[in-house]
């Protein structure tokens, strides 16, 4: 039986799907490497990754050469530059249909607001695809020269803020809010991401500190989200009384 050959995007897509699982495997310590889980990434690592999945899904599957690895990226920098877009990509809106699911679930049973943000944006903060996505993503960026970052991550973040400032409009209409005067939309997307971040840190070396209760049973990472929407709006019925 003749194979059909690979597509140029089909290998590209698995190149770079095997290489973003070689750098979350070496941040979650599963893998040796240095404390950078991008430095170091090599092609021949990527390919025994690669060749080991496609093994795994097709015994009679062709392995994959360094060769089709150089006819798409010439250099190793080339190669990790790629690798370093995936990241931010995946990274950009991590679970957003499961928060549009969320918020849409959290309207129609009529939470008060306050529930509905902390439903929406610190879902039970488990350590799932999506965080250790967001962990490297803060990694790389906390490591990476500030200028080739920047433009890196640039698609990514207008991606992020039009995404999570549509489910925010949603929220603040539902709770009959609005931004005060001297705050943007975006400034409330990137307060709670700062929150979301620094809470995703904290959890690194103190697993508990994010998510513990308060009486109302809501975690701190809920209760710090919910005070930053408190503090960038204002009720709009309270104005007009």
């Known amino acids: 039986m003749t194979r059909k050959r690979r597509t140029r995007e089909e290998t590209r897509r698995l190149l770079l799907d ?6 979350r495997a ?3 310590g599963d893998l040796e490497g240095s404390t950078n889980p991008l430095a170091g990434v090599r092609i021949t690592e990527t390919l025994d990754e690669v060749n080991r999945m496609l093994l795994m899904s097709d015994p009679a599957a062709t392995p994959m050469t360094t060769g089709a690895v150089y006819n798409i990226w010439p250099t190793q920098e080339e190669f990790q530059d790629a690798i370093l877009d995936r990241i931010f990509t995946d990274a950009a809106v991590p679970g957003i249909n499961e928060v549009r699911s969320v918020l849409r679930e959290s309207i129609e049973q009529g939470l008060d607001w306050r529930d509905v943000v902390a439903r929406c944006f610190a879902l039970d903060f488990e350590i799932s695809f999506q965080e250790q996505t967001m962990f490297v993503m803060i990694g790389v960026t906390a490591l990476g020269s500030s200028d080739r970052i920047a433009a890196q991550t640039a698609p990514a973040d207008d991606n992020y803020l039009v995404e999570t400032a549509d489910v925010l409009q949603q929220v603040l209409e539902y709770a009959d809010r609005r931004l005060v005067d001297d705050r943007s939309i975006d400034d409330l ?4 991401e700062a929150a979301e971040s620094g809470y995703l840190l904290r959890r690194r070396t103190m697993p508990d500190v994010p998510l513990r209760t308060n009486a109302s049973g809501r975690t701190a990472v809920q ?3 919910v005070a930053i929407v408190e503090a960038f709006t204002v009720q709009i019925d309270a104005e007009q009384n």
């Open 18 to 23: 095997a290489a973003t699982r070689v750098v």
């Open 26 to 28: 070496r941040f979650q």
């Open 189 to 192: 997307v990137w307060a709670i």
């Open 223 to 225: 209760s710090a989200i």
